[in-house]
């Protein structure tokens, strides 16, 4: 799902320099240091190239305000600094819940691009899973849980957890760097547009 999700392991796809580039982002677009080390981020080595990625932040807001903004899949690119694009596919079974999304990142000066066919599985208003049907990695799965803080029930608790493995060779240094900075600058735009609701 995006996933909030960051976009740097996947498919190698220069586009013109024209296109929107959602990586270098401007100065507007980028949270102070100190709110983007507020949050979380843990990245463990389960298999040569294959990570699991943890990132929790504190929200404003309580539960069913969150999930709200998060289940509005269609409306994520709009404020999430990665993802291109989203939006809802026809499910083959009655009730199910698919959503391609396409993510965009900036490495070694040429822009990549990921896409993910995702199926969602939502338990209201705790968590959200997702599991990858179809796309760019050979992995591509986790959570997004949703925890009202214990001394003020109006805050939320947000951890999201992806496991991945991408398909294409890239050196595993650089994905966690990007991950870590990705899901940082991703989660503080989920927070900030929470807030704001």
């Given at each position: 799902?995006?996933?909030?999700?960051?976009?740097?392991?996947?498919?190698?796809?220069?586009?013109?320099?024209?296109?929107?580039?959602?990586?270098?982002?401007?100065?507007?677009?980028?949270?102070?240091?100190?709110?983007?080390?507020?949050?979380?981020?843990?990245?463990?080595?389960?298999?040569?190239?294959?990570?699991?990625?943890?990132?929790?932040?504190?929200?404003?807001?309580?539960?069913?305000i969150v999930w709200k903004v998060l289940t509005n899949y269609e409306a994520l690119p709009?404020?999430?600094?990665?993802?291109?694009?989203?939006?809802?596919?026809?499910?083959?079974?009655?009730?199910?819940?698919?959503?391609?999304?396409?993510?965009?990142?900036?490495l070694l000066k040429l822009n990549f691009n990921a896409r993910v066919v995702l199926d969602?599985?939502?338990?209201?208003?705790?968590?959200?899973?997702?599991?990858?049907?179809?796309?760019?990695?050979?992995?591509?799965?986790?959570?997004?849980?949703?925890?009202?803080?214990?001394?003020?029930?109006?805050?939320?608790?947000?951890?999201?957890?992806?496991?991945?493995?991408?398909?294409?060779?890239?050196?595993?240094?650089?994905?966690?760097?990007?991950?870590?900075?990705?899901?940082?600058?991703?989660?503080?735009?989920?927070?900030?547009?929470?807030?704001?609701?």
């Amino acid at each position: 799902m995006i996933s909030t999700h960051n976009t740097e392991t996947v498919t190698q796809q220069y586009n013109a320099a024209s296109e929107k580039d959602t990586s270098d982002l401007n100065e507007q677009d980028m949270a102070p240091e100190p709110e983007l080390e507020a949050i979380q981020v843990v990245v463990e080595k389960i298999a040569e190239r294959r990570r699991q990625i943890t990132a929790k932040v504190e929200i404003s807001r309580p539960p069913e305000i969150v999930w709200k903004v998060l289940t509005n899949y269609e409306a994520l690119p709009e404020f999430v600094p990665s993802l291109h694009s989203s939006k809802r596919l026809e499910h083959p079974q009655p009730g199910g819940i698919r959503v391609e999304q396409i993510g965009r990142e900036r490495l070694l000066k040429l822009n990549f691009n990921a896409r993910v066919v995702l199926d969602l599985f939502e338990s209201f208003p705790k968590e959200i899973s997702f599991q990858m049907v179809e796309g760019d990695f050979k992995e591509y799965s986790g959570s997004w849980l949703l925890q009202p803080c214990d001394n003020d029930q109006s805050t939320t608790n947000l951890c999201y957890t992806l496991t991945v493995h991408p398909k294409r060779l890239m050196p595993v240094s650089l994905i966690e760097q990007r991950l870590g900075k990705g899901l940082r600058i991703n989660l503080h735009a989920i927070k900030k547009h929470v807030e704001s609701e």
